[in-house]
């Protein structure tokens, strides 16, 4: 009897220890994915466009433990450094037309892809992915995981190879089932509802009975306009400086992604080897006072239920056990302290990190532009001046939009109607330095 309560108690004590582990959240990607690659060229009436929005970064765990080593700035840089890849492994596939990254919804692209960046520590990332094609038809909505093995750190190649890229040929597989699923008639009618979606955006009444929206929110194309319509040519002017500036984005965005694979490759690796050290430091730890607060259990256990013959006998066993158990905890305190420094090295590699992943600064024919959150906010002032270019054009501008064309400067105007200059190649930060060292 008295074994069966003293077990009870060891059971009791390793199932309080060992309970309450959560793993990474949301299903797992298989490993070894295959990419699916066109069979045969497409024709390019039946080329898709898609742009890729810039993720949202999501929440840092409010566990401070899980949180260790991670900061909001790498969780930016994360935001941008996936859809890019993931823009590298679409247009390798051959299914679709012009891959874009784009900083905010573009209503006249014909797919859409948006992301959330659910959870991501270097060694395991999740994110939440969203696509929908200009009929506001919902192609899918889920979300993906992937733990990455130390060896898979090794095999990376920038733009190629990303060390969750199970994950994004995933993704890719997913889009391009999708698609498949579609009819020719299903692929024209997206592609001009985009058209006339681009066109709604410049001048909201021009084109409004060409589209129709259901009750479900889907869009359908009534009738196409005349294609004699003036109006169509100067839409078309338009969207090809859009299209400039988008390239001319997607320009920073790859010069951006090549200074960040370095060093954002050696975060992920050596923070994955730290994460795993401190993993099993942590088991050893567990293991070490699991087994030390049992013995101190199974001999308070062995001095209540025993009679005072046994509790005479048994005294020495009884203190052993006790000061076993104790130097068990005390090894396994030692065991966190190590572990604690394993977390100051991932801080201090999330905050180097951090530093060298600034926003990338360019220089094109003598202007400096920032990528990060001023490209965003030209790429929304070059919508609005377009729209106010468009409008103009057609002899509809209206009073707002004439004063608010009073207020940009000349320069501005210049700037931004004309096109943009883009003889020279947009070099990553790495290269401009070497460049400046010769």
């Not at 401070?64 to 492994?89: Q, V």
């Not at 001095?303 to 509790?311: M, P, S, V």
């Not at 180097?352 to 030209?378: C, D, H, I, K, Y």
């Not at 209206?398 to 883009?422: C, G, H, M, V, Y």
Request: aromatic share 6%; proline share 5%; net charge negative.
């Amino acid at each position: 009897m008295m074994h069966n309560k003293t077990g009870m108690y060891v059971l009791l004590v390793v199932m309080l220890f060992l309970g309450g582990c959560a793993g990474v959240p949301g299903p797992q990607v298989p490993d070894q994915v295959a990419p699916l690659m066109v069979e045969q060229e497409l024709s390019e009436e039946s080329l898709l466009n898609v742009s890729i929005r810039i993720f949202e970064p999501g929440q840092l765990p409010s566990d401070a433990k899980k949180a260790r080593g991670l900061s909001r700035n790498i969780r930016e840089a994360e935001a941008r450094f996936i859809p890019i890849h993931l823009k590298y492994t679409l247009q390798r596939t051959g299914y679709w037309g012009m891959v874009r990254v784009v900083p905010d919804d573009d209503v006249g692209t014909d797919l859409l892809v948006k992301g959330r960046i659910v959870y991501s520590d270097g060694e395991s990332l999740t994110l939440e992915i969203e696509a929908v094609d200009s009929t506001n038809r919902l192609w899918l909505k889920k979300q993906y995981a992937e733990t990455a093995s130390p060896q898979e750190h090794e095999k990376g190649v920038q733009g190629e190879i990303d060390v969750f890229q199970d994950m994004f040929y995933t993704i890719a597989n997913d889009l391009a089932l999708a698609r498949q699923r579609l009819t020719p008639d299903n692929i024209a009618e997206i592609r001009h509802v985009a058209e006339l979606r681009y066109a709604s955006t410049m001048i909201p009444d021009a084109f409004a009975d060409n589209l129709r929206q259901d009750n479900s929110g889907r869009y359908h194309l009534d009738h196409m306009p005349d294609p004699e319509d003036p109006m169509l040519n100067r839409l078309a002017a338009i969207q090809a400086r859009d299209d400039l500036l988008l390239d001319t984005i997607n320009g920073y965005y790859d010069a951006y992604y090549q200074d960040l694979w370095e060093p954002y490759t050696d975060w992920r690796k050596f923070r994955t080897e730290e994460l795993i050290t401190l993993h099993d430091l942590e088991r050893q730890a567990m293991t070490r006072q699991v087994l030390g607060a049992a013995a101190i259990v199974g001999a308070i256990a062995l001095g209540l239920t025993a009679n005072a013959d046994t509790i005479r006998r048994t005294g020495t066993l009884r203190d052993v056990m006790v000061m076993g158990g104790a130097a068990a905890i005390y090894s396994g305190s030692q065991k966190r302290e190590e572990s604690k420094i394993n977390r100051e090295v991932i801080e201090e590699l999330g905050a180097s990190f951090s530093s060298e992943a600034e926003p990338l600064v360019v220089e094109v024919q003598g202007e400096t532009m920032r990528l990060t959150g001023t490209a965003e906010q030209q790429y929304a002032r070059w919508r609005s001046i377009l729209r106010e270019m468009y409008a103009r054009e057609s002899g509809l501008l209206p009073p707002s939009a004439q004063d608010e064309e009073k207020n940009i400067l000349p320069e501005q105007q210049r700037s931004f109607t004309e096109p943009l200059p883009l003889s020279q190649p947009i070099q990553p930060r790495t290269a401009l330095k070497k460049n400046e060292d010769k």
